[in-house]
């Protein structure tokens, strides 16, 4: 069993940046995924970026070269470094994570066991 919390969303303005942790507890293994998604009121679930097997990142279009997912293996905490911000990134964040995941089910929230609560981030313009 795998538990997630995120942390570290707030309201910002356009343009500014922002980082988001994830912790996680519990039993881990070395073929795991971990990734990011958010969700906007009356949206489906959307990819954000993924650390496929921890070492490949993955990033969606909307959201490459702006954001870093990454990964700090002593402290089991995952982070979402988020840089130019636009109020179209306004949503709740979620952490998940999986330990059979395929590469082409890298950016389907279904494929994933383990979810965090979720961490709202509202950019104003």
């Known amino acids: 069993q795998i538990h997630l919390v995120e942390s570290g969303g707030k309201l910002v303005q356009t343009g500014d940046s922002l980082r988001l942790s994830c912790a996680a507890s519990?039993?881990?293994?070395?073929?795991?995924?971990w990734a990011w998604f958010r969700q906007s009121p009356g949206k489906e679930r959307q990819f954000v970026a993924a650390l496929f097997r921890r070492n490949s990142p993955y990033y969606a279009d909307s959201v490459k070269g702006r954001f870093t997912i990454s990964r700090d293996g002593a402290k089991n905490t995952l982070y979402l470094q988020m840089n130019s911000l636009k109020p179209d990134d306004t949503a709740v964040y979620y952490c998940?994570?999986?330990?059979?995941?395929?590469?082409?089910?890298?950016?389907?929230?279904?494929?994933?066991?383990?979810w965090g609560q979720g961490t709202q981030v509202t950019v104003s313009s």
């Open positions: 519990g039993r881990a293994f070395g073929s795991d995924t």
């Open positions: 998940a994570q999986d330990q059979n995941l395929i590469l082409s089910s890298v950016s389907d929230p279904n494929a994933y066991d383990y």
